[in-house]
């Protein structure tokens, strides 16, 4: 059953990234099409969709994508800072979560009435390429281990972490969709309590040397 759900939150964790990833892409053409429009009323169109598509979609899911990534990194033995391709995705996640939240987000909204800029045309498009680059290594997890060539095995998570990622991750899509814009609170109390947690199944795990 641990291994279901761990399987279920790393399927949710595709779907919301290749989700995220397409919603920017969808952003990038929308502001593309209302920053090359001719009249006001084409221009404004295009934005509002584009400030419709961020609140309802790409926000919520780049936020759920972010706490199943944090999520699976914690509960289970890959951990934060043994790879560089499991750091490097983490430092990424969080650079972008920042910026969508406090620079993206409340530039698309003064673009309802200024109007799209190539700003937020060229931004959009490095999201859509920063998470097509996350998908790139977790493909190919490069670069070895971050300690001397040391990775961690041993014990996964509870079960209950997994199921509570699932659902918290699916009830915030859900919220998102109906309420107009992103709710993530479910995912902060859960990253803190899986974070508190961890401590107690990360304990048990034992240090080997990687395979060649």
């Excluded at 279901?4 to 929308?30: E, F, K, P, Y």
């Excluded at 939240?101 to 859509?128: E, H, N």
């Excluded at 993530?184 to 803190?192: F, H, Q, V, Y």
């Amino acid at each position: 059953m641990v291994k279901r759900w761990r399987q279920l939150t790393v399927w949710l964790h595709i779907l919301t990234s290749v989700g995220w990833m397409a919603q920017a892409m969808t952003l990038c053409v929308l502001l593309a099409v209302g920053l090359a429009a001719d009249g006001s009323a084409a221009r404004d169109a295009a934005t509002s969709m584009a400030h419709v598509v961020d609140g309802r979609l790409l926000a919520p899911m780049a936020g759920v994508s972010a706490c199943t990534g944090i999520v699976l990194a914690a509960a289970t033995p890959w951990g934060f800072f043994i790879h560089w391709w499991v750091l490097a995705k983490f430092a990424i996640s969080m650079v972008q979560v920042y910026l969508g939240i406090f620079v993206l987000s409340p530039t698309l909204t003064d673009a309802m009435t200024g109007g799209p800029t190539v700003r937020l045309v060229v931004g959009t498009a490095l999201m859509a390429s920063a998470i097509a680059f996350q998908g790139w290594l977790s493909v190919r997890k490069p670069w070895g281990t971050v300690r001397g060539g040391r990775r961690a095995t041993g014990p996964s998570g509870p079960r209950w972490v997994f199921v509570a990622t699932v659902l918290g991750g699916l009830a915030e899509l859900t919220l998102a969709l109906v309420l107009g814009h992103p709710l993530p609170l479910l995912s902060l109390i859960l990253i803190i309590v899986v974070l508190s947690c961890r401590p107690r199944w990360s304990g048990a795990r034992r240090l080997r040397p990687a395979r060649a």
